[in-house]
T-cell receptor, first 116, second 115 residues
Framework: SQQGEEDPQALSIQEGENATMNCSYKTSINNLQWYRQNSGRGLVHLILIRSNEREKHSGRLRVTLDTSKKSSSLLITASRAADTASYFCATDSPRNSGGSNYKLTFGKGTLLTVNP | DGGITQSPKYLFRKEGQNVTLSCEQNLNHDAMYWYRQDPGQGLRLIYYSQIVNDFQKGDIAEGYSVSREKKESFPLTVTSAQKNPTAFYLC??????????????FGSGTRLTVV
């Protein structure tokens, strides 16, 4: 089942510009996470934002979460050619009894290309 | 260095053959996962395990089997019953205790091709 849906599917920008990717989801969450995947490699965890948080920063990354709209955005500032990768959001949804299911549901990703 | 290791990196399977993908972690993580990724697609959960000797089916478990005899190891067998096994397989692990679930650490993947 697909919980998160990223938008846009692909994004091409020039080095130095900012890149914004969006993620929408359908059910309630414990937290939402963003991952990066370089071509043919495994995913790398970037940032986790909990359901009671609205914004989080890590270096050039800024993540926002709007639980009322069931959406999140990932902003990469001052992009570099090395940021070229696919970016995925993943949601951790609660069990009926509370707590985590301990499994993430991933979206299809946004392919970001940063041109030198 | 702590990490999660998948092997082999590339694997070729003949029709009707079972193959096993290895996943080993030395992070002392409780939970381990197997995902399948098809070109241009997201990750789909095959199986996951929260503790030793216990595992649950994910969204696409048919044609696959797993075992979790040791905390460090979570091998995936792709059986002949899996009719379309060509894909990129990713193993991951995470801390999973109490009400908290942390981020995943992924291996570098195994690309399986049917020949």
């Amino acid at each position: 089942s697909q919980q998160g849906e990223e938008d846009p599917q692909a994004l091409s920008i020039q080095e130095g510009e900012n890149a914004t990717m969006n993620c929408s989801y359908k059910t309630s969450i414990n937290n939402l996470q963003w991952y990066r995947q370089n071509s043919g490699r495994g995913l790398v965890h970037l940032i986790l934002i909990r359901s009671n948080e609205r914004e989080k920063h890590s270096g050039r990354l800024r993540v926002t979460l709007d639980t009322s709209k069931k959406s999140s955005s990932l902003l990469i500032t001052a992009s570099r050619a090395a940021d070229t990768a696919s970016y995925f959001c993943a949601t951790d949804s609660p069990r009926n009894s509370g707590g985590s299911n301990y499994k993430l549901t991933f979206g299809k990703g946004t392919l970001l290309t940063v041109n030198p | 260095d702590g990490g999660i290791t998948q092997s082999p990196k590339y694997l070729f399977r003949k029709e009707g053959q079972n193959v096993t993908l290895s996943c080993e972690q030395n992070l002392n993580h409780d939970a381990m996962y197997w995902y399948r990724q098809d070109p241009g697609q997201g990750l789909r959960l095959i199986y996951y395990s929260q503790i030793v000797n216990d595992f649950q089916k994910g969204d696409i478990a048919e044609g696959y089997s797993v075992s979790r005899e040791k905390k460090e190891s979570f091998p995936l067998t792709v059986t002949s019953a899996q009719k379309n096994p060509t894909a990129f397989y990713l193993c991951a692990s995470s801390i999973a205790r109490g009400r908290i679930h942390y981020g995943y650490t992924f291996g570098s993947g195994t690309r399986l091709t049917v020949v």
